[in-house]
């Protein structure tokens, strides 16, 4: 991938942004501010969670890696953000509707919003992706082995494709990491390779992938085209001449989707950082995160009466002895997606022991350190096994009792599936920071390198519309997405549907990128993760 940029034609001077333009002091100021306070609090909340009398006396050691996986995690969302977050400002940037500093400024606190208010189904979404028994031994060598070793290679090749100016996808580059990590898993214990990633799931996030840049690609176009049929000004599909912004109603739709794009990417991008720091903190205080603490007390009623009804609903349904070890036969199903006689049996007794558990101790923040563990493991089993039957079709339950187990799944997510403020407002600074601190490469590739010619005002409009719709619609879906790909090609599509034509060496960079993302991150993290492996 040639990163030369003599190679490429270069721009028009005429209209060219000025991208060394340096914020005003009070705007610094202020950030800092901002930074300072979201520190203080993230702080605060994380030392209250790991001192509070629930979770018992900590040694040195869980606070260490806890530290040192935390900070990983957040250098990951912080090279997203300026690897991936640049390809939201890079339009309203170079069809001058925002100041280079302004515009990052204002990109960043749209992520750190988006990241604020996101669900946490894209978080999980990628968990699920991870071998079911480093999930269940995530506290253990092998689970921080996993840990960082998909994070480390994600940060190796997102700091390698923005260094060469590169618009390529950490969404990608995760998932890639993740099936690096599964494979290296599955030979370390004798099996085929293929045996450690689940499949279905990836193919779910691969079809996202894929498909995001072609809807990108086409729908700008087809809009472009729709734009300049209904729309007869001339000066929105020319060149900016002596960096005038554009006419206030285009420039109020730039800003427009340059802020809906950062609002998308931080609340679909940001989850992916805080997924992963749940895994880290349910590993280290278990005690702290691996139960949602803060369920109503009658919830827990409602909770065990729940665990009741769907194991004898299940029980009923598939008689049968239970099996001697029902953690084993749902184990080995969510990794083979392979039902037997016994899962049933295996699932309504796992059930019952659940709202057992539950109800001994009456809330999930009374539970001792010894137990927390294994009940939050044996309610993932369950959850995956229901999400994996309802998916599947397999089985043959009466109505009755596939609404149970419906029900009951929901309660268990609610109980497993939760991500605090704090952790949200951690991955919202450093995605916020990234933004702020290397935009400039991609930004250039972006409104420079693409197509021959300067972008113009309506085709930055359309790329951005575009963009937004497509991330944000994937975030409703649980889906990642690309940002990187999808207003790349969005660019793409305008400039070929306009006759500017694209640049040929730009183009195949990307698309080597493209390419590569995906074997480089599993050679990077299952590499990794066997050197991890031996270390720990």
Not at 185 to 192: P, Q, S, T, V
Not at 337 to 360: F, S
Not at 425 to 445: F, N, P
Request: glycine share 10%; charged share 10%; aromatic share 8%.
């Amino acid at each position: 991938m040639n990163s030369d940029s003599s190679s490429i034609a270069a721009a028009p001077a005429t209209g060219h942004p000025d991208l060394d333009q340096r914020a005003r002091p009070a705007t610094g100021l202020a950030f800092l501010g901002l930074l300072v306070g979201g520190l203080l609090f993230t702080g605060y909340n994380l030392f209250h969670d790991v001192t509070a009398p629930s979770v018992g006396t900590l040694t040195w050691l869980p606070f260490l890696l806890l530290g040192v996986a935390l900070f990983i995690a957040l250098g990951f969302e912080f090279v997203n953000g300026f690897h991936d977050t640049a390809n939201a400002v890079a339009t309203v940037i170079y069809t001058h509707s925002l100041p280079p500093p302004v515009a990052v400024l204002w990109s960043g606190a749209f992520n750190f919003l988006g990241v604020l208010v996101s669900s946490g189904t894209v978080a999980f979404g990628i968990i699920a992706l991870l071998p079911v028994e480093l999930i269940l031994q995530v506290g253990s060598s092998a689970g921080f082995a996993m840990v960082f070793a998909l994070l480390i290679a994600a940060i190796i090749w997102n700091l390698g494709t923005w260094w060469l100016g590169l618009p390529a996808s950490s969404s990608h580059t995760m998932v890639g990491s993740i099936v690096g990590v599964g494979v290296a898993n599955a030979l370390m214990h004798g099996r085929d390779g293929t045996g450690g990633v689940d499949w279905s799931q990836l193919a779910k996030v691969g079809y996202s992938l894929l498909l995001s840049p072609i809807i990108g690609f086409c729908c700008a176009a087809l809009l472009l085209l729709v734009l300049r049929a209904l729309v007869k000004h001339p000066e929105l599909y020319q060149q900016p001449q002596d960096r005038q912004p554009p006419p206030w109603w285009v420039r109020s739709l730039l800003i427009l989707t340059c802020t809906g794009v950062s609002f998308a990417h931080g609340s679909n991008d940001g989850q992916k950082g805080m997924g992963l720091i749940m895994l880290i903190l349910v590993g280290t205080v278990p005690t702290a995160y691996a139960l949602n603490h803060a369920m109503p007390v009658d919830q827990m009623t409602q909770f065990v009466a729940l665990a009741q009804a769907t194991q004898r609903a299940v029980a009923e349904a598939a008689p049968g002895p239970a099996p001697a070890d029902p953690h084993a036969v749902l184990t080995d199903y969510v990794r083979t997606r392979r039902p037997t006689p016994e899962t049933l049996p295996a699932l309504a007794a796992l059930a019952g022991d659940i709202g057992v558990q539950v109800k001994r101790h009456g809330h999930l923040d009374q539970m001792p350190a010894a137990a927390v563990t294994n009940v939050r493991n044996d309610m993932y089993l369950v959850s995956e096994t229901i999400r994996l039957l309802e998916k599947s079709g397999a089985t043959a339950l009466e109505t009755d009792a596939r609404e149970h187990l419906h029900a009951f799944k929901q309660s268990i997510d609610a109980a497993t599936k939760f991500i605090p403020t704090w952790v949200k407002v951690a991955v919202a600074i450093a995605l916020g920071l990234g933004t702020m601190v290397g935009w400039k490469r991609i930004v250039v590739t972006v409104g420079e390198k693409i197509g021959k010619s300067h972008l113009t005002y309506g085709q930055g409009a359309v790329a951005e519309v575009v963009a937004m719709l497509t991330i944000g619609e994937a975030d409703a879906f649980g889906l990642p997405v690309s940002t990187t790909h999808v207003l790349s090609s969005g660019v793409a599509g305008t400039m070929a549907v306009s006759g500017a034509g694209l640049q040929s060496a730009t183009l195949r960079n990307l698309m080597l990128a493209w390419v590569l993302t995906l074997p480089a991150a599993i050679t990077l993290s299952a590499f990794l993760y066997w050197m991890f492996v031996q270390w720990l």
